[in-house]
């Protein structure tokens, strides 16, 4: 910064209810950016990214979601000033090297690439930006550029008609296009490569693996988070996992690695845990095993049970998902399914989406 007393604002970018439907079921009651993912909501990770940054003076979260699904979350959090306006992506520490802007990149095989469109290099946009405040005059001058150009124009209601359904509205500023392209062309756009790890969480398979993610990354800079037990007066615990204080697990549970135990969890002797979510007030009884799958709030796990998935993160039935209040009877196996909330499995299901 030219300045080191300059104030800084973060802003977070949480979508809304009608974005992330393929979050379902699991963003029917709960907001994506609230889902926990190494028992810390979302968004939690990227906020406490922010609050590393030198003179960060604000944290804005712009999105479609009321405030008040956000309120519980607001009054725990941890943090002097976080603003909610009601209309992704972890921010790390990112070099300016001058100009107007700096974009997070990343580096990808060719293998991967396919999966982001047609690339010019094997580096990706990972969506965190820093600007200078003058980012806001070139936002002002494309947005008035636009309503010029539109009251030069009088069109027949058939024109209109056309161009209102074959054109994109230009009551908006679109930032790939509009923004960072030009000032790409001027040499006023940078980017960062960054050696961390990133995700896109756009299902909830893929939620499971960074939860994996950030649990390996709670190894090395919070591992006071982590859980430990080998049995005697703990459960025993296998590589990394996130246990609750609130939550009940036996000693003769084993768990790990790559598990999440959220608030208020129940789980019963001789149970066997591995790569997977348990959100709020489960219970697992006793000899259920579950890997590669997340246990919906308020779910019940019968004895002897097996909720399980292969653990394709890319494929839509790789993990197995159940919905809130779903209940899976004594002895039942339930495969790379998902289930809605509000269900009860007395049969054994694989490879089905339980309506």
Request: charge should be neutral; charged fraction near 20%; include cysteine.
């Amino acid at each position: 910064m030219k300045n080191s007393e300059e104030k800084v604002v973060a802003v977070i970018m949480v979508g809304g209810p009608t974005k992330g439907t393929r979050f379902r079921p699991l963003s029917f009651n709960t907001p994506k950016p609230l889902f926990p993912l190494a028992g810390q909501p979302m968004v939690h990770h990227p906020i406490s990214a922010c609050k590393s940054i030198p003179n960060l003076a604000q944290i804005f979260l712009i999105g479609f979601h009321e405030e008040r699904e956000f309120a519980l979350y607001k009054t725990n959090l941890m943090v002097q000033q976080v603003v909610f306006i009601t209309l992704k992506i972890s921010l790390w520490k990112i070099i300016r090297y001058g100009g107007m802007g700096t974009l997070l990149v990343i580096k990808v095989s060719a293998e991967a690439a396919s999966e982001f469109g047609e690339l010019v290099s094997d580096l990706i946009n990972c969506g965190v930006y820093i600007f200078t405040p003058e980012i806001f005059n070139v936002i002002e001058d494309i947005h008035t550029h636009y309503e010029d150009r539109a009251n030069l124009h009088t069109l027949s209601s058939s024109e209109a008609l056309w161009s209102a359904t074959k054109t994109p509205a230009k009551d908006f500023v679109r930032l790939d296009q509009d923004i960072l392209s030009p000032l790409a062309g001027k040499k006023q756009l940078y980017t960062y490569e960054t050696m961390d790890f990133w995700e896109q969480i756009k299902t909830p398979a893929m939620s499971l693996k960074c939860s994996a993610l950030y649990l390996a990354q709670f190894r090395h800079k919070s591992p006071n988070l982590l859980a430990c037990g080998d049995g005697t007066k703990n459960p025993t615990v296998v590589g990394d996992v996130y246990i609750h204080p609130s939550a009940k697990v036996h000693t003769t549970a084993k768990i790990g690695p790559n598990v999440s135990i959220s608030a208020n969890v129940r789980v019963a002797a001789g149970v066997r845990l591995m790569s997977c979510i348990i959100l709020d007030d489960a219970e697992i009884q006793e000899n259920a095993f579950v890997m590669y799958a997340i246990v919906g709030w308020k779910s019940s796990l019968g004895k002897w049970s097996r909720v399980q998935g292969e653990g394709d993160y890319k494929t839509k039935l790789g993990i197995t998902i159940l919905g809130e209040a779903v209940t899976v009877e004594d002895e039942v196996v339930v495969v790379n399914s998902i289930v809605l909330p509000n269900k009860i499995l007395n049969i054994s299901v694989q490879e089905e989406i339980i309506l």
